[in-house]
């Protein structure tokens, strides 16, 4: 665990951002000191990573918040979606870089006349894919049903949902012993999907193998699952959500 103080000084987020991103929900501590402190896991640096990722990129917080927070949320996924923006930003600066020598070069050579042209401040490219990239997370119909499901969602609310849901991973985990395939470990993941279509968004086969790979993939679902459950639960949540989905095609 580190202290708001240290976490500040690695990122080099200021104690009072990161006091804020703690009030607007976009970055909460892992827990408390006694004395009320802040204090901060390895899930939380993952996570400020990924906001520290959306800031460079300069998504608005309240988007970023959405988009983290949004179901079915994929750290290697949005990974790639990062890079892809930061080589087009990248490309963007290093044409802009070549504008304004070109520019330099032109004034110390006392030329001029020539037709000028503004194309290489045009970063409709570098919008269009942002766009495309933010609707993927914020703008499907998932994340609507579930915005409109938590909306009059209290602090309470959402433990006591947070609760229940690592519980019925608390109940995989006591079913490690057996295969996959049991009839009782597929009736535990009809339970999961039930669970998630009545508390938070519909949640189709198709979303639940998504989501079963995205438990198994490691980062912090993997270790809340895991801790949850006890060591490999989330592997083998996802190994029962792909038999439960492959026999219902």
């Not at 080099?12 to 000191?33: E, M, N, W």
């Not at 038999?243 to 095609?249: D, Q």
């Amino acid at each position: 665990m580190m202290t708001v103080n240290e976490v500040s000084r690695l990122t080099g987020v200021s104690v009072r951002t990161l006091q804020y991103y703690d009030r607007i929900g976009l970055l909460k501590p892992a827990a408390y000191t006694d004395a009320g402190y802040r204090l901060y896991d390895k899930s939380s640096l993952e996570r400020m990573q990924q906001i520290l990722l959306f800031r460079e990129l300069e998504f608005p917080l309240k988007e970023i918040k959405e988009i983290v927070d949004a179901p079915g949320f994929s750290r290697d996924k949005a990974l790639d979606q990062q890079i892809e923006l930061l080589t087009l930003k990248k490309e963007h600066l290093e044409k802009l870089i070549r504008f304004a020598r070109e520019i330099k070069a032109s004034i110390n050579e006392e030329t001029g006349g020539e037709e000028m042209s503004f194309d290489v401040f045009d970063t409709k490219e570098m919008d269009e894919y942002a766009k495309q990239a933010k609707a993927q997370w914020g703008e499907t119909a998932a994340y609507q049903e579930f915005e409109e499901k938590s909306k009059d969602w209290t602090k309470e609310d959402q433990k006591e949902m947070a609760d229940q849901f690592m519980g019925i991973f608390a109940e995989f985990g006591l079913m490690l012993g057996l295969d996959p395939a049991d009839e009782k470990v597929q009736l535990q993941v009809k339970k999961l999907q039930d669970y998630i279509s009545a508390h938070y968004y519909h949640c189709t086969d198709e979303i639940l193998s998504g989501l079963g790979k995205m438990y198994s993939a490691g980062g912090e679902f993997t270790e809340n699952i895991d801790k949850a459950g006890g060591a490999g639960t989330a592997v083998f949540t996802d190994k029962a959500i792909e038999i439960y989905c492959s026999g219902r095609v």
